[in-house]
């Protein structure tokens, strides 16, 4: 593994630069600003471009999955905090998300 960073710069991906680098939790991308771990499988001495053009495009697609999720989930919730709002009479009503706390009397010795 060693051998692989004798150079760093594997070449380029959409015209931008692709190095492999090693850090502190093991070998990662570094891609257009972002950083890309490099799992155990493929750290071997057979490692390239094309595979760090695997690793990138596979994390871009599980961003973009994930960013979908997500956006359908804010979707969902503003969906039902304005049912709640409806429900509790008043469109600018603040929902009280903090857990309420008991108010226990200090009794004095």
């Known amino acids: 593994m060693e051998n692989l960073f004798e150079k760093p710069f594997l070449g380029k991906h ?3 630069p692709v190095y492999l ?6 070998p990662y991308l570094n891609y257009d600003g972002k950083l890309y771990s ?3 499988c493929f750290r071997n001495e057979k490692f390239n471009l094309k595979v760090a053009i695997k690793i990138i495009n596979w994390n871009e697609k599980k961003h973009e999955k994930i960013n979908q999720i997500t956006e359908k989930f804010d979707k969902k919730l ?3 905090g304005e049912e ?3 429900v509790k009479g008043g469109e600018k009503d603040e929902l009280d998300t903090k ?9 004095s010795k």
Request: charged share 45%.
């Open 14 to 16: 959409n015209d931008v």
């Open 21 to 26: 680098n090693n850090g502190r939790f093991g």
């Open 38 to 40: 490099v799992a155990e």
């Open 78 to 80: 503003n969906s039902i």
């Open 84 to 86: 709640i709002k409806e």
């Open 99 to 107: 857990p309420k706390k008991d108010k226990k009397e200090k009794i």
